[in-house]
């Protein structure tokens, strides 16, 4: 089988392809396994690192009719659709974000619908869905209210995702993801950027900055359950999604001065002192506005797995990422 | 002041075209009243009736830039965004929905950005972004969760409405609509047409059909108060809209059966038989789907009026259509 990944030169992308051609196979449409032949990376940059014969790495604009034509065939029985614009920079650039966020979402539904022969699209939304006065923990039913245009766009993508699918255009799968954190590599223009970089930098003895107050709310997972998870979402019957195309994946509930003490608890204060607080009021704005908790009663009924807890969290950076840099750097 | 109206042609836009030139003006946007010099009324089929001076009438494809710039320019500072692909129409086809239904708004809303003066935009959606399991009475907090082409587009719309307003390219104000009864005319491609044919048919002393069962339950407003709020929204303070651009309209809660008692009540027996009863599930999974009442209370404490009862529904089609009709029958 033929399986593309958009945004695999990200740093989930990366990941999951890793993940998909250690596994070696994916359930098809009709629920049986079938080998991976081909893994297509697409992404505005070339994703590195992989020598891998199934692989082909393909760079383009994936909101360049063409271009995602060259990459989406009638063999591409299964799509992971990760390419976007991160929060900061869709705030910042109206225009790159309504683009990739949301016209290349549609042109890609709209690519598989003439090749007709509905594949399995895996796309992940946000936390940043919701805002405005939300509940302790917001409910399925609670209303999206979107108060940023990353949020606006993952909304309406999340839309278009749902009626392609009722109309039998695709086989739509959308998982909401928490924040991601731990994020390996360099931090980025998304407005939760420091919720990885307040402990990957101190645990690489690095310096970094706190945008946002030791109060606010966080809902995390880590880039490994987030792809555990997206390998399982794409694996399940159709029937898991009929009813709502859309699922909140679990996460943990944690205020940012409790992700402190963690890393102090793991790595010493001198690993807490590298950690600069400088408010934010866009960041503050953007991350104040997201929920802090969801509930998880249907991820968890379909066998979807989040984190233990923020500890386990750090533990899994520091086992996947943490070391496998610093014997990179040896 | 230059008012536009799109889908000035359609019942409710040249409904809203009297009701302003009978006012001649409107509050600007530092809340004091001006005369309306100009009032356009843009479909693309021409708005016939209107001998008015101030009035420019004006065909043409709504999602063609060139045509929607030749109708909103910086003296533009107003518009009723009413142009739409109605519900079954929109189902039946999938491409015309989307086109008018969004890329149409998204063209309307980037023109006015384009401009840089942020235009009043008053924009109708639809009881049709709600749908799945709803609770017996809609909150202002119940998820949308629409389950027809129709749906999607109105909240895929309402959504951009609400980021072209946040980021200051438009001062947007999108009512939700009860179905609309009773409507004067012809039956249109709208799921819910029979809302307004089981009632006008009849009245005209002529057959129709009712496509669901007398238990389905609708969520109803007049032509006429659907006028009055219009304008009232337009002439709100922008506060009013700050917290949230979509507002829920009231409305009236009534069965297809309560509807068809008034119409014996009203007219008598003769009338009801005229109703002929045949099922057609399209129609009914989409009407099913609506709610059959929200919470009026935000629209309430903004000064919002609904009708009173379904009766005053049909003595409001009565006094302000069906006495017209038969005038202009002699």
Request: charged residues 25%; glycine residues 8%.
């Amino acid at each position: 089988m033929k399986v593309l990944i958009t945004g695999g030169a990200g740093f989930l992308g990366r990941r999951l392809a890793r993940k998909l051609l250690q596994l070696g196979k994916l359930k098809n449409a009709k629920g049986v396994e079938e080998k991976i032949d081909s893994l297509v990376l697409f992404d505005v940059v070339p994703a590195d690192g992989f020598s891998d014969p199934r692989v082909t790495v393909v760079t383009g604009d994936i909101a360049d009719p063409q271009a995602l034509s060259r990459v989406v065939d009638a063999q591409t029985v299964s799509i992971f659709h990760l390419a976007a614009v991160v929060s900061s920079q869709a705030e910042a650039d109206f225009d790159l974000g309504m683009r990739i966020n949301i016209d290349a979402a549609r042109l890609l539904f709209e690519t598989c619908r003439r090749l007709g022969h509905c594949p399995k699209v895996l796309f992940t939304s946000s936390v940043a869905v919701y805002g405005g006065d939300l509940p302790a923990v917001v409910q399925d039913e609670t209303a999206l209210n979107p108060q940023s245009s990353y949020g606006i766009e993952k909304a309406i993508a999340e839309l278009l995702l749902s009626e392609y699918s009722r109309k039998g255009f695709i086989d739509g799968r959308c998982l909401r993801l928490p924040t991601i954190s731990v994020r390996p590599g360099k931090p980025n223009k998304a407005a939760s950027s420091f919720a990885s970089g307040i402990i990957r930098e101190p645990l690489n003895n690095e310096e970094t900055v706190c945008p946002v107050t030791a109060d606010t709310r966080l809902w995390l997972l880590s880039p490994r359950q987030a792809v555990e998870n997206l390998v399982f979402a794409h694996d399940l019957g159709a029937e898991a999604f009929v009813q709502n195309r859309v699922l909140n994946l679990p996460g943990v509930s944690v205020s940012v001065g409790e992700m402190v003490e963690t890393l102090g608890r793991i790595s010493g204060q001198a690993a807490v002192s590298k950690i600069r607080w400088e408010s934010d009021p866009v960041v503050q704005r953007i991350i104040g506005s997201w929920p802090g908790s969801w509930d998880m009663k249907r991820a968890h009924a379909l066998g979807f797995k989040g984190d233990k807890d923020f500890d386990s969290i750090v533990h899994a950076y520091i086992a996947d990422d943490l070391v496998a840099r610093r014997c990179s750097e040896i």
